[in-house]
């Protein structure tokens, strides 16, 4: 009996290299099962071989493990080449159109407001200004009281404040209250350009609660007006185009003195009159003025040494002129058939 036994595992060892090679998925489960299954050759000759005397043990154990080896290469070759057949099957049954148009992902583009405001810091930083930011909630001292707006000024009823609820704080009705800030925290001299949202109670077709401003100052010794009107023209001449004539009209804002605004020869009619400078010839773009001595000592610096002049500007208007927008709410509702257009 353990004479057959090896006998049988040396005749099985013969025939291992005579297996049949499977060709599908069926034969290869059958030569797995015959070999390998619970009854299969393999599992019933190593419980055989338990009865074997055990001097002749290693001897079975080894042919045992060759037979298993030789029948184990065959189903790993054939469980290799069957998946390999079966992707080549996969993509030669696969059609791929490879003319049909693709899919064109949508790209972003920079808002026309931001446009606007990149190219005003873009021609005042070029003019040696530095850009500066303050906080939208803001304190009454910053955006009132060290603008020389005293507390029952009737300037204050021009802004329509939100106040919050703790009197004190508000959302900042202008950029202006960078300039004292901007002056205490650097001291002169300086040139500042600070872009940034404000807010005012009013809402129509040219008016949101939510807008964008740019403030700009230069503090020097000896500034004049002189070089208030050379920088705003420069600025124009580079925002509009430089056949654009500028002029300058008394006004009056607390914190400048004297106070003027400055119009532009109408860029949609060059002048000549029509609909949107209402036969003028003029548009009103911007406030501006020398800044007034107690707004220089709330800043701290000295007015019989240092004096400056200041700007402000709403943004949405010069968005508006340039690109002949007539609804300020069309910046706002994000309509992609709009903001294509820029
Ligand atoms: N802060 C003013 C406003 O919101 C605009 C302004 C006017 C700013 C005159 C200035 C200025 O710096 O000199 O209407």
Same mark, same amino acid.
């Given at each position: ?233 420069? %600025? ?15 006004? %009056? ?90």
């Amino acid at each position: 009996m353990a004479a057959d036994l090896i006998a049988r595992l040396l005749e099985l060892k013969g025939q291992a290299p005579s297996i049949p090679f499977p060709g599908d998925e069926r034969e290869l489960d059958a030569l797995r099962v015959k070999y390998l299954g619970k009854s299969g050759i393999i599992p019933l000759l190593s419980r055989e071989m338990a009865g074997l005397p055990k001097e002749q043990k290693p001897e079975a154990g080894k042919l045992l493990q060759e037979v298993r080896a030789a029948v184990e290469t065959i189903i790993n070759n054939a469980t290799h080449k069957l998946k390999v057949e079966k992707i080549q099957k996969d993509i030669d049954g696969e059609f791929f159109d490879i003319t049909l148009p693709g899919a064109e992902p949508s790209f972003g583009a920079r808002h026309p407001l931001t446009a606007v405001m990149d190219e005003i810091a873009g021609i005042f930083t070029g003019m040696g200004f530095q850009i500066e930011e303050g906080p939208e909630v803001e304190s009454d001292y910053y955006n009132f009281e060290a603008l020389n707006f005293p507390p029952d000024h009737p300037a204050r009823d021009m802004q329509d404040t939100f106040h919050l609820p703790d009197v004190k704080r508000l959302l900042r009705t202008h950029t202006s209250p960078v300039q004292p800030r901007a002056m205490e925290r650097y001291g002169p001299p300086l040139s500042v350009l600070a872009p940034g949202k404000v807010y005012r109670c009013d809402s129509d077709v040219t008016h949101s609660p939510v807008f964008h401003q740019v403030e700009g100052f230069t503090i020097d010794r000896k500034v004049t007006m002189g070089d208030l009107k050379g920088t705003l023209q420069t %600025f124009i001449h580079r925002l509009y185009g430089p056949k654009t004539n500028v002029r300058l009209r008394p006004s %009056f804002f607390p914190f400048v003195e004297p106070g003027a605004e400055l119009d532009v020869s109408c860029i949609i009619c060059g002048g000549k009159g029509c609909r949107v400078c209402k036969n003028t010839g003029w548009l009103e773009v911007l406030g501006a003025g020398m800044i007034h001595p107690n707004v220089l000592k709330s800043g701290n610096i000295d007015p019989d040494t240092w004096s400056g002049f200041a700007f402000g500007m709403g943004i949405e208007r010069l968005a508006m002129l340039k690109y002949g927008v007539d609804d300020i709410r069309l910046f706002y509702e994000n309509d992609m058939r709009f903001l294509r257009q820029f």
